[in-house]
């Protein structure tokens, strides 16, 4: 594309879509620091997950909120 489109047709409003998506993303996803990731490997480490493994009844209850 040589230039932005006018606002008042679909490609403009595509385009001013686009904008506001990029702009939403970029306001939530902020960079971790290198520490902060440490950190959370330190904590999780060792830790091992069985996900085919079924919950406790406690927290299988779809009751809970």
Same mark, same amino acid.
């Given at each position: 594309?040589?230039?932005?489109? @006018? ?6 409003? &595509?385009?001013?879509? !686009?904008?506001?998506? %990029?702009?939403?993303?970029?306001? =939530?996803?902020?960079?971790? @620091? ?6 959370? &490997?330190?904590?999780? !480490?060792?830790?091992? %997950?069985?996900?085919?493994?079924? =919950?406790?009844?406690?927290? @299988? ?5």
């Amino acid at each position: 594309m040589d230039a932005d489109p @006018d606002l008042d047709t679909p490609a403009g409003e &595509r385009l001013n879509a !686009s904008i506001l998506l %990029v702009q939403a993303y970029e306001a =939530l996803c902020v960079p971790v @620091d290198a520490e902060l990731v440490e950190h959370l &490997r330190s904590l999780t !480490s060792g830790v091992e %997950v069985d996900l085919d493994q079924p =919950l406790p009844p406690e927290i @299988d209850d779809p009751g809970m909120p």
